[in-house]
């Protein structure tokens, strides 16, 4: 098995995104958002999380549009999405 890190829900959006992503092992983990320019945009998840399944939501209607990058890191690995705002 492998980190996996779904296509963002809807994409593109305009409000709330539903973000899924899949753990082979119990990992320290980050799950964050990045503006074109690299600042971050949001934090979802910062910490240890079993083997699993996993469904969270962001809420990008305060955002200005753009494209944004998710970021999922556990152990060793990462693995990105970009999601677009538009309004």
Partial sequence: EALTLGVPSPNPSRGVV????????TSQVRLAVYDALG???GVLVDGSQPVGLYETQ?????LP???YLVRLEAGR???LQRITVVR
């Fill in 77 to 79: 690995e990462t693995r």
């Fill in 39 to 41: 600042r971050e945009a």
């Fill in 58 to 62: 962001w809420d990008a209607s305060a």
């Fill in 65 to 67: 549009a753009g494209v």
């Fill in 18 to 25: 539903t973000l899924r992503y899949g753990l082979p092992e």
